[in-house]
């Protein structure tokens, strides 16, 4: 098992939360409780998605956010960004008039992160994991899911580098000549990747130098363009990419680049319902399966700005311009840095964190697990969520590895404040405890 | 610890919902995913054999902390000739069956291909009585 430690990107603002239960309710792994009036994250098994964020009422959830002044640690700052970044703006802006306010806010180089789709095809990198269907790694939330919910899925995962880590190596590898100050910074539409880059040791730790989220970004390029009439158009570093790689990060975006029979879902719900039939059922005639936990896919992101579906259509439309094949010339300045890609393309294996458990120990754990299913017999079976945590079973799982009290049910409560009190007794009550 | 769930007959669109709860509490086990894997794949593979070939039946499922027993327990009407039931490929199943993507002979098979020991006590007429051990020992 890894001992790798994750870095989460997602706060709760405890002066802004009024405790109302809503983002407990959506976690799609149960890592909220209310505590104290407050939500609480639990950070083996939060999976940075969003999803709490997107439910508050409150606007007390935010994702974490580096400084933009990062960049002035470095003399070449290379910006990788992917074309989700570009669809936020309406328009009438031009991709050459955003490209130029990014050069004047301080960035010397800009790659499309999606380019790294057409190093992966020039380089024939091939995708393939030792069980079908093979899973797409390109969602973080997805990847992190799967870890932590559906263990049995892990050796389904693809171990090619995803674009934008391709992309930084090929960047690297083509300035490091210029310059050895270089800083290489992602542009990220999603808290989940902001999470990866910050766990000490990952992949994208070690390759890129920083991180900024796209709404800030693009708040920067917005008030620069307000306040100058004439903006000097730019270009990109690597000219462009192909209409595949562009539309690679809406949903179904994956799927040209996969032979046989594929599918594509989106959106939290779906996946997980659909992991859970795959844990199942062996789905051995599919071949490939595109996982985004945003619907949409990532102009669904939490920190984008712009309405999903007119983002995703600006996107098409620019596609529409764009070629089926890179030139010749392209093809040549991907081949000079063949070197830097080879060995380099595969992924660590990816390790089940297994934090479903009740208890690292298994006789403990099988004790446990009879204590739920009888704490289960007494609870109303409502899940109202008023105990603080999101359903009946959840409340039976704290209570049985002693993280909460059957006091808390609130029902029982209204019932019999006698027997609550009581049953507590008897199923263990861990303020009780600490009070002795 | 003693888990118990029924499986109605010829209703396919449960397919896998006994399996898929079984599975949930094994998760909460902390159990090499392998394990959980062919464990769930063998009571999946019994489940539908209940639904599709039986008039009904049970799984009755004993956690231990070595070894996990699941016994699948049906109201008949038996198997006829279990050595043949037992090959690869065989099949009884009805046109009905196959048009829903079940009865491809692999059920049994597949079942003792999963679990560490495996006893049928079945015969034309009566019940049939799957008995299904799995040790718990991590693969190497």
Known sequence: MSDQIFHHAIRVITSSCKGCTHCMKRCPTQAIRINHGKAEINGNLCIDCGQCMAVCPNDAIKVEQDPFNQLDDYLVRVAIIPAVFFAQFPDTITLGEILGALYAIGFTHIYLAETGVDILNVLNAEEKAPELPLISNFCPAVQRLIQIRFPLLVDNLSRLRPPAQVTAIFARSELSSASADLGIFYFTPCAAKIAQFNTEGSEENRLFDGIINIDTAYNLVSTYLAKHDQVQEGSLTFALCTKQALLWSLVKGQIPSHEGRTLAVDEMHNVIEFLEILEEEEQTNLQFLELDACAEGCVGGILTVRNRFLASERLKYYSQQLPEVLDEVLIKRIQDQRKAFQNNLRLPPFEPTMAMGLDTDRSRALYKLQKVADILKVLPGIDCGLCGSPTCKSLAEDIARGQASLKQCVVLKLRNAQSSSSLSRIWGDPAREEDV | ?140
């Open chain 2, 1 to 140: 610890m003693h888990q118990e769930y029924t499986v109605p007959a010829q209703d396919f669109s449960v397919a896998g919902v006994a399996s898929s709860n079984f599975k949930r509490l094994l998760k909460q086990l902390n159990l090499p995913p392998k394990v959980i894997k062919r464990i769930i794949v063998a009571v999946f593979e019994a489940e539908v054999n209940v639904i599709a070939h039986s008039y009904g039946g049970r799984i009755v499922c004993e956690l231990g902390e070595d070894t996990i027993t699941v016994e699948v327990i049906d109201t008949g009407p038996g198997i006829p000739n279990l050595d043949l039931a037992m090959k690869e490929g065989w099949s009884t199943a009805t046109e009905e069956i196959l048009e829903l993507g079940y009865g491809a002979g692999m059920g049994l098979p597949n079942i003792k291909k999963n679990c560490d020991r495996l006893s049928i006590r079945t015969k034309a007429g009566e019940h049939t009585h799957i008995t299904m051990g799995f040790d718990l020992k991590e693969e190497p």
